[in-house]
């Protein structure tokens, strides 16, 4: 852990997606001391209704040439929970049209490049370069309180990573390739895969990771009742 510890305000500022990562390993005891911290995070009746693959190495690799091996450019095993609604209206089409079209500026590809554009996208099936890949599976059966308990264990998750000097990047993506996911790793008749996440050290030479994108203020998105 660093010496100087964060806040919780500070971990939340200062945690971003990490889109380049260095090739530094990560020890599986940290991965672990991450997990540790994580575990404490909320549930509604204590269910905890999260579990958790982590792979790295070979293990890593083996998963990614599952992405790498799909007939066609992407895959699209997500059509019953996509990742976003079809016809996002607004503000949420203009905030996600933004925070791509900054993504790729940073990169110096423009919108003509569609190869370059796909070429980056495709970079969440190799976790960005992570060593570190997190699966997040839950019981489909469990209700949306569940999902967003899950949510929660993967934000608690994400700040204790950057508390100890690591970076994360949340990948639903993975979800395009759920039932291929849901066969490698043998999940049960229920269980789904809803999200991926890259951890490691963040590569800090590299320019898509300044990106640090814009968030509403809070008179934006609360209404306040006060006597």
């Not at 982590?54 to 450019?73: D, E, H, L, R």
Request: aromatic fraction near 12%; hydrophobic fraction near 40%.
């Amino acid at each position: 852990m660093n010496s100087n510890t964060l806040s919780v305000t500070q971990a939340l500022k200062q945690r971003t997606s990490i889109r380049a990562y260095q090739s530094k390993p990560v020890p599986e005891a940290l991965v672990r001391e991450v997990l540790d911290a994580a575990r404490w995070s909320p549930s509604g009746g204590n269910l905890q209704p999260w579990k958790v693959i982590v792979v790295s190495g070979a293990a890593q690799q083996a998963v990614i040439s599952k992405a790498k091996n799909y007939p066609g450019m992407f895959p699209n095993e997500d059509a019953d929970k996509p990742v976003y609604p079809a016809n996002l209206w607004e503000p949420y089409r203009s905030r996600r049209f933004k925070v791509g079209e900054d993504m790729y500026e940073l990169l110096g590809v423009p919108r003509e490049n569609k190869v370059g554009r796909l070429t980056q996208l495709a970079r969440n099936f190799e976790f960005f370069g992570a060593p570190v890949g997190m699966f997040f599976v839950i019981d489909t059966r469990m209700g949306h309180g569940q999902w967003a308990h899950l949510g929660m264990f993967m934000q608690s998750l994400a700040l204790a990573a950057t508390e100890r000097g690591l970076s994360t990047c949340f990948q639903e993506f993975w979800g395009t390739l759920r039932t291929t996911l849901k066969t490698h790793f043998a999940l049960g008749e229920n269980e789904l895969i809803y999200s991926g996440m890259a951890l490691g050290y963040a590569d800090e030479s590299a320019k898509v990771n300044t990106l640090r994108t814009e968030r509403a203020s809070v008179d934006e998105f609360t209404t306040f009742h006060f006597d």
